[in-house]
């Protein structure tokens, strides 16, 4: 007599596979329309993604501008030249990886009980990347040679003067006019060295220096919070930002500043490939399923566009 054959307890039936399909690609949408706060790398870093995700490096100059115009005479021919010296650079593209996934029980689970799938698990592997896509952006991984905007080699160093309270660089220490002082040096530390041809357009912050200057205001009876004055007067700043991440990221961790012209000519953040999730692939009693990206971190092709200043 032919033996009746159960069902194998490490795999799903027909219907509890089917019901797990339709739910895989319930949660998958329901990841992709939720709202997340942003990550400011995302934001703040103009994004590339020139270099196909088939790539394995990116190769780069970065340029130096040299060259002057003068008067000349009629008929001449002593045209001074321009040129445009760059040096080759190669990054190289690395892969990031997460996963959740779900026991053979919680499916059977949510299937007898026309339940959903907890969906809470595919947003917690999506942010977990884009955490750390974002953490790249701005500190990079010298594990793996990718570079971040906050310490990126070359970029200009300005020095805060020491000259609030007992000789501090703390903005806490500091007159209003003193702060504006600071920022103004800043830009300049751009601007002078290059002749006006980079032009800072942006300022990122400490989140406790950006709260005392967004409320703390001027003297001199003006009413205007610091940070409006700065908007309003200096010609070149626009945009004022906090970032947690110059948080003691200056030397001897002191608190950092940063100016950059917010121009994907200047510098870029580059993903090859944005976040992805793919089919789920069986693992015992679970289902689990890989989660993916991929970056190389930021490459800024004018350094000297760029400066920070540490001690505020």
Request: proline residues 4%.
């Amino acid at each position: 007599m032919e033996q009746v054959k159960k069902n194998d307890p490490y795999k799903l039936d027909a219907a509890e596979s089917v019901f797990f399909k339709r739910e895989l690609e319930y949660v998958k949408s329901k990841s992709y329309d939720v709202k997340h706060k942003a990550l400011k790398a995302f934001t703040l870093i103009p994004i590339s993604q020139e270099a196909d995700n088939g790539a394995t490096e990116i190769t780069y100059e970065s340029y130096d501008k040299i060259g002057f115009a003068k008067v000349i005479a009629d008929y001449a021919t002593d045209f001074p030249r321009v040129d445009v010296y760059g040096t080759q650079n190669t990054v190289k593209i690395k892969g990031l990886g997460a996963s959740y996934g779900y026991s053979i029980k919680e499916i059977r689970s949510a299937r007898r009980a026309g339940k959903n799938l907890n969906a809470r698990r595919i947003e917690t592997a999506r942010r977990a990347v884009e955490q750390k896509m974002n953490n790249i952006a701005w500190s990079g991984d010298s594990d793996y040679n990718i570079q971040g905007l906050i310490d990126y080699p070359g970029i200009t160093e300005y020095t805060v003067p020491a000259d609030g309270t007992a000789s501090s660089k703390l903005w806490s220490a500091k007159t209003p006019d003193q702060i504006v002082r600071d920022v103004t040096g800043l830009v300049s530390a751009v601007i002078a060295p290059t002749n006006g041809l980079e032009e800072p357009d942006t300022l990122l912050l400490p989140i406790e220096q950006y709260e005392y200057i967004a409320n703390a205001r001027m003297t001199d009876g003006n009413d205007k919070t610091i940070m409006t004055y700065i908007l309003e007067n200096n010609p070149h700043i626009s945009r004022i930002e906090w970032l947690n991440e110059l948080d003691g990221a200056g030397v001897g961790g002191t608190d950092r500043m940063m100016v950059y012209p917010m121009d994907e000519r200047n510098l870029t953040f580059e993903i090859p490939q944005m976040f992805e999730m793919f089919d789920a692939d069986k693992e015992g009693m679970t289902y689990k399923v890989p989660c993916h990206a991929e970056t190389a971190g930021v490459i800024v092709y004018y350094p000297a566009s760029i400066a920070y200043g540490d001690g505020i």
